[in-house]
């Protein structure tokens, strides 16, 4: 294939330019803002999980303690009619006044049970409003780090972005500038090897750095300026210029 010398270096800024959107895509793949943020995001879910967990434990709590106290109104309501009822004078009967000694000793005992439930719950109850306290403060925290993770992201990806448009504006300008026969080519070999074109600079190919034999220099030295010559090695268009050591 032959293509104008100076066409054939147009190739090395193309391929400086493809160099440049490989390097971009592999930093899309590998951001570590991306990593940051996933493990920021997993922070994130286990803090909501751990407040939703004492939220619920202190929601429990307080059913618990509604619970106690209906129950200790319940025995007190009990308590104050049955001692009404001995007040009252009404009961005559022994058996019948006994036995109401008897239900009021009852729930004196009981009283006594649900008061001291009530107090070990209301204990446990300000024990884990503390600990919900702490928990919202330190998802507070996180929070902030998730955003400020955001906004690292999404910066590295503006960048990101603005490098591959420029760098594809570029490229769309070169290529339509380049014979077509020869874009083809650069294409073709740039898909199997990563690399289309290299400089050939001191006698060494500029992609596989394979250094060329003195036969080798003696054919590209041969060679008409228009001719499109390969790296023997690695198959890139070799691109000459006064640097390549002929
Ligand atoms: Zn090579």
Redesign the pocket.
């Known amino acids: 294939m032959n293509a104008d010398p100076a066409a054939q270096r147009r190739l090395l800024d193309l391929a400086a330019v493809d160099a440049e959107l490989t390097r971009a895509a592999h930093r899309r793949r590998s951001l570590p803002e991306l990593a940051e943020l996933e493990e920021v995001t997993k922070a994130l879910q286990a803090g909501r999980d751990s407040l939703v967990a004492a939220e619920t434990m202190a929601s429990d709590l307080d059913r618990d303690i509604r619970k106690l106290e209906a129950e200790i109104d319940q025995v007190r309501a009990r308590e104050d009619r049955d001692r009404g009822l001995l007040d009252s004078g009404s009961i005559s009967s022994g058996k019948q006044l006994e036995d109401l000694q008897h239900e009021l000793a009852t729930l004196r005992r009981r009283q006594t049970v649900l008061e001291d439930d009530l107090l070990e719950v209301m204990e446990r109850r300000e024990v884990t409003d503390a600990d919900l306290e702490q928990r919202r403060v330190k998802l507070a925290d996180i929070e902030q780090r998730h955003l400020e993770a955001t906004r690292r992201r999404d910066e590295a990806l503006t960048e990101l972005e603005s490098t591959e448009l420029q760098g594809n504006q570029e490229r769309t300008i070169l290529v339509g500038g380049l014979p077509a026969e020869l874009v083809t080519l650069y294409e073709r070999i740039r898909a199997r090897n990563g690399s289309g074109a290299?400089l050939l600079r001191g006698g060494r190919?500029?992609?596989?750095?394979?250094e060329l034999d003195r036969t080798a220099i003696g054919r590209l030295r041969d060679a008409s300026p228009d001719e499109v010559v390969r790296?023997?090695?690695?198959?890139?268009v070799?691109v000459r210029t006064p640097e390549s050591g002929l």
């Open positions: 290299a190919c500029g992609a596989c750095r394979l790296c023997e090695e690695c198959g890139v070799l």
